[in-house]
């Protein structure tokens, strides 16, 4: 079992900046990847980036030129510049992981992103 954390959230005004972490427990070898989705109210969840354990990352459109997700071993952040009142939901972090052949995804909890035009 993995157990994720995510902090860093809050309120922010359009073009400012806010820097999401994400902590992984337990069985942490057994991660193959890490990454930030978003669910904004009445919508689905969606992808907004991964970064593989080799560093190989990826971006959903919306985040390109603006996000950058990084990582040190069992931790993954977010660093959101310039974001925009569209960009306010609930950030989960995910962390899909194989075990003894079996394929998981573990999820944390999520932590809101609220920004103000």
């Known amino acids: 079992q993995v157990q994720l954390a995510e902090s860093g959230g809050g309120l922010v005004e359009a073009g400012g900046s806010l820097r999401l972490s994400c902590v992984a427990s337990?069985?942490?070898?057994?991660?193959?990847?890490m990454g930030w989705y978003r669910q904004a109210p009445g919508k689905q969840r969606e992808l907004v980036a991964t970064?593989?354990?080799?560093?190989s990352t990826n971006y959903a459109d919306s985040a390109r030129g603006r996000f950058a997700i990084s990582r040190d071993n069992a931790k993954v952040f977010l660093q959101m510049n310039t974001l925009k009142p569209e960009d306010t939901a609930v950030y989960y972090c995910?962390?899909?992981?194989?075990?003894?052949?079996?394929?998981?995804?573990?999820w944390g909890q999520g932590t809101q992103v609220t920004v103000s035009s």
């Open positions: 337990g069985t942490i070898y057994s991660i193959t990847a």
């Open positions: 970064i593989t354990n080799d560093g």
């Open positions: 995910k962390a899909p992981a194989s075990f003894r052949g079996v394929d998981y995804d573990f």
